[in-house]
């Protein structure tokens, strides 16, 4: 089987559907899949770190943007005559010459278009429906976002949950002692509420004085957010750190640092870092809702979605200095995490990728 993939999100540091495809590609390395199969990654810039992978690799210059998806993807395509295409990221080039897989991980500017601008909105939605409904099969990461998808666009999906990474074998140590250290990994979008994390902090400093609070991620926010000048108008601005990017030896040491992980997302589709957190014996803070729920059951500490910010802090508090909580959400994670593992992910999404080449 030839597999050309679209793999954008693979140039520069990869997030969200990047560190999807990136784990999908190491668990293939790991086995013989991809020595029994032909795959192509196509992008619009170098891909980092390609040779882990014994691929095919064409970079086609571009912006990689709508343009470059709808046009020179489907000519680069058409070239490498392809048994299946695979789509990782919520859009496909309509006109490609082969059947079509699609993942869609979350459908966020279908049920919450205020989060976007009427032009962004529209593009996304368009885009993302027509892909959807031409793909021979469309994958999605939980019975959450199945149920999403289902609704705003009419298709049935797969569900195949991610993996999660675990760079050490932390998670399974419950007597390490950690520093006061609350975390946050993950792209900054309105959603996960970042701003109220950062104001709920003084209140988490007036209980525990030596706590710091460590922010990793980039601001996509729009309308923008200005997360320094929050910062320095929070009462305890040298106690807390904000980076777009670290690299993965600093974000494993913040890792084996930090005490609680605090995820206040309105919206996910799967929700990967607070489940990577748990891999690294960092109990996890969430919003109360459906996928964060399906994705962590026991092993979180949950807030409402209504939660003050003083609720929020209460929470952190808690976590920080309750040992036998940190310990019960540590034990519960053990059978939580059993459910995710990348070998099974490339497992299942290769198979809907050999049964859809199988009409070509």
């Known amino acids: 089987m ?46 980092v770190d390609a040779h882990r992978w014994p691929v095919t690799v064409r970079v086609v210059a571009g912006t990689g943007g709508t343009s470059w998806e709808q046009g020179t993807l489907p000519r680069v395509t058409r070239s490498a005559r392809p048994d299946v295409f695979f789509a990782p990221g919520y859009t496909a080039p309509l006109t490609v010459a082969a059947p079509l897989v699609l993942t869609i991980h979350d459908v966020s500017y279908f049920a919450h278009p205020e989060w976007f ?61 950690r520093a006061p250290l609350v975390l946050f990994v993950g792209s900054l979008f309105q959603r996960r509420r970042v701003d109220r994390l950062i104001e709920a902090f003084a209140d ?51 890792y084996a640092q930090a005490s609680v992980f605090v995820f206040l997302s309105e919206y996910e ?13 960092v109990p996890p803070i969430m919003l109360d809702t459906p996928v964060a729920r399906e994705t962590c059951g026991a092993a979180a500490r949950y807030v409402a979605p209504a939660a003050s910010n003083h609720d929020v802090a209460a929470a952190i508090v808690d976590m920080l200095t309750n040992d036998a909580l940190r310990s019960q959400v540590l034990r519960d994670s053990t059978a939580v995490l059993a459910r995710y593992d990348w070998r099974r992910t490339a497992a299942a999404t290769l198979a809907v990728l050999e049964e859809a080449a199988l009409g070509r």
């Open 2 to 47: 030839r597999l050309v993939i679209d793999a954008r999100e693979l140039s520069g540091h990869a997030t969200g559907v990047g560190r999807y495809l990136s784990g999908l590609l190491d668990a293939w390395a790991a086995g013989d899949t991809l020595q029994r199969h032909d795959v192509v990654l196509v992008s619009h810039a170098p891909i």
């Open 117 to 177: 601008s009427l032009r962004e909105g529209v593009r996304r939605r368009a885009l993302t429906k027509w892909s959807a409904r031409r793909a021979r099969a469309v994958i999605t990461d939980t019975e959450f976002s199945r149920g999403e998808i289902r609704r705003y666009i009419g298709v049935d999906p797969h569900v195949i949950p991610l993996g999660v990474n675990r760079r050490s074998d932390r998670g399974a140590d419950t007597s390490r002692e």
């Open 204 to 254: 988490v400093v007036a209980r525990v004085p030596d706590a710091r609070l460590e922010i990793v991620g980039e601001n996509r926010t729009r309308p923008a957010v200005d997360f320094a000048a929050l910062r320095a108008r929070s009462a305890h601005a040298g106690r807390i750190t904000i980076r777009s990017y670290v690299d993965e030896a600093t974000l494993s040491d913040l």
């Open 269 to 281: 589709g799967f929700g990967l870092t607070p489940l990577e957190a748990l891999a690294e014996g």
